[in-house]
């Protein structure tokens, strides 16, 4: 399967003369849920994105497949009972990417959140979501609970809530489902911005998109236009002339990544800071995040949502509230990242207090928006707009689609079974030269492609000993196997796009990605075919976002 830098063009060419059934705006996981549904029922899908896949909101969340325990507090049964389900059918179809994570309510008196609320609300949401029987809640005591996690505070603790939510990398998922849904024949193509909106008789045919790499302008005709572009919803609508009943709030939300060793809880924690909100803390690795943050965002720039001194206080003193042992201070940051919600607006409502849930907007000319959701909710929200957008094929050609087929449809790396038992059963036919730990960490980004990335390093080793190859780039083996298959495989075209969003490197080993910063503009030059005034600028733009990841602005 060809995913690759060097498709772009001929893939935008192709979609110019060859018209496409639909036509996503969008590369996050949104867009990419709506290729997926879209490509198994055979229609013929192009998704383009003015920036790189998840570039947006899709890798800036919490990174939790949340299960909607939050949602009983506003009442909505049906939420919890849709994001509940979606949950496990997510960790079924893409194990390596979804994983169980253990977590602990703790319980204070005097709180909103009292024990006997939180064993209801815990009891009802099993029941609601289905949860399997070895992950459903249990009450602690407060001996129980310190044994858990010994850094709690003790004071007014009564016990806890212990129940399940389940890790992902964000970004890694959109990657996956899109690589997914190009295998089932569509097409995705990052650094396309639409332009505008193409009409006949008044109503949506198709697009202008400019390729941002190139500088070239394509017109492609489509039977059918999806918005799905997060925060820039809105921003799309407007270049229509009809004016859209309803708009968006978003709503910013920061999380501050810190070593493990300053943080060092056995296990993640969703509980009550200082003025009441609750914030996570979930342990990965050698580092440990918490998040997040939930204000009102109105500035312009929407591709880089700055982190501010007033966000980094507040998260400060929300973790040492809720763990006053550790005492962090400002110098123990590692880094951080902001994204942005792209909520319903609702009267006289906080971002906190409006619905997360989706909704799908259409024009008059027959653009369809969709905004709101959560990560969880991708796989139901795209079955949604891809039956409507089944509905208008039929009218415009007369062909009937199937039903959604995404439901046991596994993600481009599924792996059988446990993953750590896969890693185990790979790990005796490793050669010499890749550790388990970077095969285990291949496997979680990649899952069985891994395979393609040991047989490539054991090539360069041999490569290397004999001296074919220049090494022009002064990469290690592994990461220049890592580096060409997310260029061959997953349409990397940046340095940024490896260090962020294919590898997490930013925002979670800060200086392992400054290392790879030189190399890997070196050997993406020679790759792509670079200027030496282009790589300058992708090399500045890599150092930009570690820069950013590491700053704090004053309002």
Not at 333 to 358: F, H, N, Q, T, V
Request: net charge positive; glycine share 6%.
């Amino acid at each position: 399967m060809s995913f690759s830098a060097w498709d772009r063009s001929q893939w935008l060419k192709q979609a110019a003369v060859k018209m496409p059934d639909l036509v996503v705006i969008g590369g996050g996981v949104t867009g990419a849920g709506i290729a997926l549904d879209a490509a198994l029922r055979g229609m013929k899908v192009l998704v383009v994105d003015m920036q790189d896949f998840a570039a947006g909101t899709s890798s800036r969340s919490t990174k939790l497949i949340h299960g909607g325990l939050r949602y009983l507090q506003q009442g909505d049964l049906k939420l919890v009972r849709e994001v509940g389900r979606e949950r496990a059918i997510v960790h079924r179809n893409a194990s390596h990417l979804v994983r169980a994570e253990p977590m602990l309510i703790p319980i204070r008196k005097g709180s909103a959140h009292n024990k006997l609320a939180i064993s209801l609300a815990l009891y009802v949401y099993d029941r609601l979501a289905q949860v399997p029987k070895t992950e459903r809640r249990t009450i602690l005591t407060p001996e129980e609970t310190l044994q858990r996690e010994p850094l709690l505070a003790r004071d007014h603790l009564v016990g806890a809530g212990s129940y399940y939510e389940y890790r992902t990398d964000d970004a890694r998922l959109t990657i996956s489902l899109l690589k997914t849904a190009v295998e089932h024949g569509a097409r995705a193509i990052n650094y396309a911005q639409v332009e505008r909106f193409q009409y006949d008789q008044e109503r949506i045919s198709g697009v202008v998109i400019k390729d941002l790499l190139t500088e070239e302008y394509y017109r492609i005709r489509a039977r059918a236009v999806v918005n799905a572009s997060g925060p820039w919803v809105d921003r799309l609508r407007a270049l229509e002339s009809t004016k859209p009943s309803k708009r968006l709030l978003l709503s910013k939300g920061i999380h501050l990544v810190f070593p493990y060793a300053k943080l060092p809880i056995k296990q993640a924690i969703y509980a009550e800071g200082k003025d009441g909100r609750m914030i996570f803390a979930i342990p990965r690795g050698n580092i440990t995040y918490v998040g997040t943050t939930d204000t009102v965002y109105t500035e312009q720039q929407l591709k880089e949502p700055p982190m501010t001194l007033e966000d980094r206080h507040y998260l400060l003193e929300a973790v040492n509230h809720i763990f006053p042992k550790v005492r962090l201070t400002s110098s123990d940051i590692l880094s951080g990242w902001a994204g942005l919600r792209p909520l319903i607006y609702e009267e006289g409502k906080s971002p906190s207090e409006c619905s997360r849930k989706d909704e799908i907007f259409v024009s008059t000319s027959g653009l369809i928006s969709i905004a709101g959701g959560k990560l969880t909710g991708y796989r139901k929200m795209a079955e949604r707009i891809v039956d409507r957008v089944a509905k208008i094929l039929y009218r415009k050609t007369g062909k009937v689609y199937s039903s959604s087929s995404t439901l046991h449809t596994p993600l481009s790396g599924a792996v059988q079974g446990a993953v750590d038992d896969y890693v185990r059963s790979c790990n005796k036919e490793l050669p010499p030269n890749i550790s388990t730990a970077v095969y285990a960490s291949w496997v979680e980004r990649y899952g069985s492609h891994a395979e393609q990335l040991v047989q490539w390093t054991e090539e360069y080793a041999i490569k290397a000993a004999s001296s074919k190859r220049p090494e022009p780039s002064h990469l290690a083996l592994e990461s220049l196997a890592e580096l060409h298959y997310t260029i061959y495989h997953e349409m990397a075209v940046t340095p940024s796009d490896f260090i962020i969003r294919r590898t997490g490197l930013v925002p979670f080993n800060i200086e392992h990605a400054k290392q790879l910063i030189h190399g890997v503009s070196s050997e993406m030059a020679a790759m792509l075919s670079w200027s030496m005034k282009q790589t300058e600028a992708y090399r500045l733009e890599a150092e930009a976002a570690v820069q950013r990841a590491t700053t704090f602005e004053s309002v």
